[in-house]
């Protein structure tokens, strides 16, 4: 019999989905990025301004997602500013790896937030949306 399930929606996570407030949709954003779960229909909107030398000055969410997915959002925004499409990249890359048992904890600040939703494949793509939707308005 295997381990039970960690606790999903744990308070931790559902405080921080109702964070998202606090980077709030903003239609003067030049780059825009929209990302979706195929598992899930998950799906969030990203506005991004950059700086000269190409880091994230300012950022919009938008998110039609779980809680997982608006926590993990939240924890993507918290961390974004003054990050580049490279450090986007390698930080999308080793959370995927992480999520799918082949790697560390990625060293983005506050991931473990999310680390209830290992137990929960289901949910992944979730937690995946805020980088990928960056990754599409930097690219």
């Known amino acids: 019999m295997s381990a039970p399930a960690r606790t999903l929606y744990t308070p931790e996570i559902l405080g921080a989905a109702t964070m998202l407030a606090d980077f709030a949709w903003n239609e003067s954003l030049p780059l825009r990025g929209e990302a979706r779960s195929r598992r899930c229909g998950s799906t969030l909107a990203l506005g991004l301004a950059v700086d000269a030398g190409g880091r994230i000055a300012m950022l919009g969410l938008r998110a039609h997602a779980c809680a997982i997915g608006q926590a993990a959002a ?14 986007i990249a390698q930080a999308r890359a080793a959370l995927a790896a992480w999520l799918a048992g082949e790697g560390a904890m990625p ?5 473990i ?11 992944h793509d979730a937690i995946l949306l805020a980088w990928d939707a960056a990754l599409a308005a930097l690219g």
């Open 74 to 87: 939240c924890v993507f925004a918290r961390a974004a500013k003054g990050r580049n499409g490279a450090e």
């Open 107 to 111: 060293d983005w600040p506050g991931t």
């Open 113 to 123: 937030l999310v680390e209830p939703a290992l137990d929960y494949p289901a949910r």
